[in-house]
């Protein structure tokens, strides 16, 4: 009876041992097996086949060509961060005028996700004495999905961007990631040069962006909560921190918006008062009068002659009076 309960163990044994190295064998041929589906996924299929993958190299706001100037770029004197309202508010040149280095290290919709991800990447390289974080609700409010495939596509990728596809977690960050890594190992990208002018855009050395002059018709817009992602503001925290763990002086700034739009958000006193916890903190909707019609290109951002007129008073109220 003994021996026949043995062997009966024993066969089970065997058969679970079995059954685990099939589940493990098939774990590795499906992971195998999807990897080279989406990497000919990716270079064959057409784009609108590719609602889960999408790879956008060279995108709009030439994040390529600011990831590839970065790279040369060493000990500079002011660093700016944030969304699109970066890349086409702080225009490096009228700082150079000033008498600052500068890199504009904005991207499109970047939100303390990216920013994080793009700080611990360079900040000691690019080893800056100041930093202007611009911040805004939708900055903490996006899920930031499409500033991470951007930032995916246009740099080369390394651990960091790992523990942004986990924190993130979604179909499309980790199709993309899977095909952004064929890219990198392959070297697939080493030739590839982005034009500094696309339709009405040029992109200007430092990583700023310049529109062609135009000027905004007014929209009236519905009212709405200001809905902070706690995700993204556990980010925010971390990269105030990181920033002043290494005594870099930093301006928090609420870059100026259409006076419609801005006033459609129902609780900017309440984000202002979170905000405020964290450092030097202005917010140019509330400290300076920008034009709705004169000053901006669309309900967002500024026309180059708002720029410029933002570059100054930031120059002139802030860095000059504050170091």
């Known amino acids: 009876m003994r021996i026949h309960l043995y062997t009966s163990n024993f066969k089970t044994e065997i058969k679970m041992k079995t059954f685990i190295k099939k589940i493990i064998v098939f774990i590795l041929v499906f992971i195998t097996s999807y ?9 064959f299929a057409p784009s609108f086949l590719k609602k889960n993958l999408n790879y956008p190299l060279g995108s709009y706001g030439f994040m390529f060509s600011r990831m590839k100037e970065i790279k040369s770029t060493n000990n500079i004197e002011i660093l700016f961060l944030g969304s699109s309202h970066t890349y086409r508010g702080f225009d490096t040149r009228i700082f150079k005028k000033a008498g600052f280095v500068t890199f504009n290290m904005g991207s499109s919709n970047q939100s303390p996700f990216q920013t994080e991800l793009l700080l611990k990447r360079y900040l000691k390289k690019v080893n800056p004495r100041i930093i202007i974080y611009e911040i805004s609700p939708d900055a903490l409010s996006t899920d930031g999905v499409e500033s991470t495939l951007d930032v995916f596509a246009n740099d080369k990728n390394d651990l960091y961007s790992i523990c942004l596809l986990f924190k993130q977690m979604n179909v499309k960050v980790c199709n993309t990631f899977i095909y952004a890594i064929y890219k990198d190992v392959f070297s697939l990208n080493d030739e590839y040069n982005e034009s ?48 002043k ?23 900017n006193k309440r984000f202002d008062e979170k905000i405020k916890k964290y450092g030097n903190y202005f917010n140019f909707n509330e400290l300076f009068l920008f034009d709705d019609s004169l000053d901006f290109y669309d309900s ?5 002659k708002g720029v410029e007129k933002f570059n100054k008073l ?9 170091n």
């Open 35 to 43: 990897v080279v589906l989406i990497c000919m996924w990716g270079d």
């Open 196 to 243: 500094i002018i696309k339709e009405d855009d040029l992109y200007v050395k430092g990583g700023f962006v310049q529109k062609e002059l135009k000027f905004f018709k007014n929209i009236n817009y519905c009212r709405n909560n200001i809905k902070i992602n706690e995700s993204q503001f556990k980010s925010f925290e971390k990269i105030i921190n990181l920033i």
């Open 245 to 267: 763990s290494n005594k870099i002086n930093l301006f928090l700034i609420q870059a100026p918006i259409t006076k419609s739009l801005y006033m459609s958000r129902i609780d």
């Open 300 to 304: 967002e951002h500024l026309n180059q």
């Open 314 to 322: 930031i120059i002139e109220n802030i860095i000059k009076k504050n």
